[in-house]
């Protein structure tokens, strides 16, 4: 149940964060 309130929360976090920012977090991630 806290599991599916997080990712609700993270995606919401992440539309309102700008493209560059996204790109950037994408970036980070996969190395």
Known sequence: ?????LIVFL???LL????KTMIAMIYMGTR
């Open 1 to 5: 149940m806290l599991k599916v309130i």
């Open 11 to 13: 995606l919401q976090f």
């Open 16 to 19: 309102e964060l700008p493209d």
